[in-house]
């Protein structure tokens, strides 16, 4: 590594022959693109010549410290590309102009407000949309007879709940 800090360029060409293995290897199992790899490779051994007065014996050996450069811009690279991506969804997001009928996202019926305990009329929306359509309908539902008198002298319906039901 002495050499090829001094730029002993047969240094680095041994050098070159002995990293250049392990360390597309591990550019390959991270990148997962052969041609990206090889481009990835290359700039990792052109940073080991430039960066081979930085390198400390007492640190690391030479593999090491050669698979940790390459990892690290192995790692660089795929986040680039994520990000790369991310951009161009974002921005194809913000162009996006939705069709006139396209209909947006719909509340599920569970998320439909409610009163506790008991049921509501009109529900959600459902009357007071019917008012606006049509003006004419009464501003309350209709309500049915309490009791109807039918043959016999019977009431339908009977009261509910019964009278010893309530207190």
């Known amino acids: ?5 001094h730029g002993d360029k047969q240094a680095f060409a041994v050098l070159y022959d002995a990293l250049s293995p392990l360390v597309f290897g591990i550019v ?11 481009e990835v490779a290359q700039e990792v051994m052109i940073d080991l010549w430039r960066q081979a007065a930085r390198y400390r014996p007492e640190s690391a050996s030479v593999r090491t410290w050669a698979a940790t450069i390459a990892h690290r811009r192995a790692v660089d690279r795929v986040r ?9 969804h974002a921005r194809a997001a913000r162009e996006h102009t939705p069709a006139f009928d396209e209909v947006g996202p719909q509340p599920s019926p569970s998320h439909r407000p409610s009163l506790p305990g008991r049921r509501s009329w009109p529900p959600s929306t459902g009357y007071a949309n ?22 016999g002298g019977w009431l339908w319906p009977p009261a509910w709940p019964p009278r010893h039901w309530v207190a």
């Open 1 to 5: 590594m002495q050499k090829v800090a």
């Open 28 to 38: 390959l199992r991270v990148v997962r693109d052969r041609a990206q790899s090889e």
């Open 80 to 88: 680039s590309a994520q990000a790369a991506t991310d951009r161009e």
């Open 130 to 151: 019917c008012r606006r359509a049509f003006p004419s309908t009464p501003a309350h539902p209709p309500s049915a007879p309490a009791r109807v008198v039918v043959s």
